[in-house]
């Protein structure tokens, strides 16, 4: 099974052409800000490299966060594009459970770690249970290191940007039965692990339909602004706005007319 995975939910870009569990050809790089100028001239190249083209593929995946929502965006769009043009079946993988398969076989519970805006960690748990078997423990949060380090308990597995930025903060509020180790490699998100887990997706026939939209785990730029409003809308803070503007104006007219008067 030939196929095409894309993984963009951070600044490090990751592609791959894979045939089962063979590598065709795989390009990995960091594109912070850039994923929109750089996808397409990769996978081009890696088609140009390996001899391969969309038709020939079987099948496309693509992480769907969570992650920067910029990134998302560009390789979900990309690859919807492709469905479009070949209607080759397509799989989505939820980005931290493609970096479990990072550490695929791993007998200790995985706790994959990413960053997020305003001192926020994305994070989730995951067991393998087989071999091409894994389990969700905790499914993906968005929370502060403090949070995060609260929640583990027992053997754990802890790697990712997240957890190489935010350790000291994470490992202050784990409890004392926590058993915390770290994997030193595979630690980035990779085309290669998200294809194998849409391999298996496919084979299982769990294709995805036309509504696909990416993982936000967080909450929305408009409903922190909701919140932190007290709860009033944006559409209510501008009828409030334009009435209070309103309201002046009738002000200065009367004030006006009686000077006149």
């Known amino acids: 099974m030939k196929i095409l995975a894309v993984e963009t939910a951070t600044s ?50 693509v992480s769907i966060g969570p992650g920067s ?17 070949t209607q080759l079946p397509l799989v989505i993988v939820p980005t931290l459970e493609g970096m479990a398969w990072n550490l695929r076989g791993a007998t200790t519970p995985l706790c994959p770690v990413l960053n997020c805006r305003r001192g ?25 290191p403090d949070s995060l380090g609260k929640h583990l308990s027992g053997p754990v ?38 294809g194998l887990a849409g391999m298996v997706r496919l084979q299982r026939g769990e294709q995805v339909g036309r509504g696909v939209n990416p993982l936000y785990v967080q909450r929305s730029e408009a409903e922190l602004k ?3 409003s007290g709860g009033v809308s944006p559409v209510a803070r501008r009828q409030e706005k334009v009435a209070r503007k309103y309201k002046n104006r009738m002000s200065l007219a009367g004030a006006r007319t009686r000077r006149k008067a």
């Open 120 to 144: 926020e960690l994305y994070w989730a748990l995951f067991q393998w249970t087989g071999h091409d078997r894994l389990e969700r423990l905790v499914s993906e949060r968005v929370g502060t």
């Open 69 to 85: 929502f910029t990134g998302l965006r560009v390789g979900l769009s990309t690859i919807l594009g492709f469905r479009t043009i």
């Open 157 to 194: 597995m802890l790697y990712g940007e997240g957890w190489e930025k935010e350790q000291t903060a994470i490992t202050a509020t784990m409890g004392q039965e926590a058993v915390m180790t770290v994997a030193a490699e595979h630690t980035r998100p990779s085309a290669v692990s998200i």
């Open 226 to 228: 909701y919140e932190q």
């Open 12 to 61: 490090w870009q990751s592609i791959a052409l894979l045939d089962g569990e063979r590598v065709l050809g795989r390009c990995d790089q960091e594109a912070a800000g850039s994923h929109g100028r750089l996808l397409l001239p990769t996978i081009d190249r890696l088609f140009s490299e390996t001899g391969l083209a969309l038709p020939k593929l079987d099948g496309l995946v």
